[in-house]
T-cell receptor, first 115, second 113 residues
């Protein structure tokens, strides 16, 4: 069974500073990888995903993540954060097996951006 | 238009009561889910339905009973509520197949006193 580890439960950062949120996964088969964001008192929204092809994927609001198969990682980065990026970020993995597969989430990382 | 909606948004009730949460999606998706998010924000799948058929049933107490009357609706009924059931319950939907994106509802915050 697959699992996801987000080692940092909280990452405080100042506005306009760069940030990296770490995600490592474990699976015996190939996987699809996702980052979801949850703003306060809201549901989750997909931020970006890796399905195949280029290992570097980007979101429309400046985040990017790189799939590293050898290190089984999918870290999320942004070169300059805004106050509005304050939210909970979840890494998730889905195995590429045939049939229906569930999405397994990490425990989340709270990004706190201060002025 | 709200893609995935849940009612109620807040639910406060006493131990031992029975309550239901409703979910509707207008995205035309064939798969719907219930997730539980605990106080530490950990998100875990409870159930999933594909074309009204139960396909995922995690180790959830049988006090929880999902029901999907059609592809656009997935309800969750909880019997004999316990303190440990307090959490935020999220409904989600997706279309099975690539790109496997799930769309989440706003959540229902259940508080059992």
């Amino acid at each position: 069974a697959q699992s996801v580890t987000q080692l940092d439960s909280q990452v405080p950062v100042f506005e306009e500073a760069p940030v990296e949120l770490r995600c490592n996964y474990s699976s015996s088969v190939s996987v699809y990888l996702f980052w979801y964001v949850q703003y306060p008192n809201q549901g989750l929204q997909l931020l970006l995903k890796y399905l195949s092809g280029s290992t570097l994927v980007e979101s429309i609001n400046g985040f990017e993540a790189e799939f590293n198969k050898s290190q089984t990682s999918f870290h999320l980065r942004k070169p300059s954060v805004h106050i509005s990026d304050t939210a909970e970020y979840f890494c998730a993995v889905r195995e590429k097996n045939t049939g229906f597969q569930k999405l397994v989430f990490g425990t989340g990382t709270r990004l706190l951006v201060s002025p | 238009d709200t893609a995935v909606s849940q009612t109620p948004k807040y639910l406060v009730t006493q131990m031992g009561n029975d309550k239901s949460i409703k979910c509707e999606q207008n995205l035309g998706h064939d798969t719907m889910y219930w997730y539980k998010q605990d106080s530490k924000k950990f998100l875990k799948i409870m159930f999933s339905y594909n074309n009204k058929e139960l396909i995922i049933n995690e180790t959830v107490p049988n006090r929880f009973s999902p029901k999907s009357p059609d592809k656009a609706h997935l309800n969750l009924h909880i019997n004999s509520l316990e303190l440990g059931d307090s959490a935020v319950y999220f409904c989600a939907s997706s279309q099975e197949g690539l790109p496997y994106e799930q769309y989440f509802g706003p959540g229902t915050r259940l508080t059992v006193t």
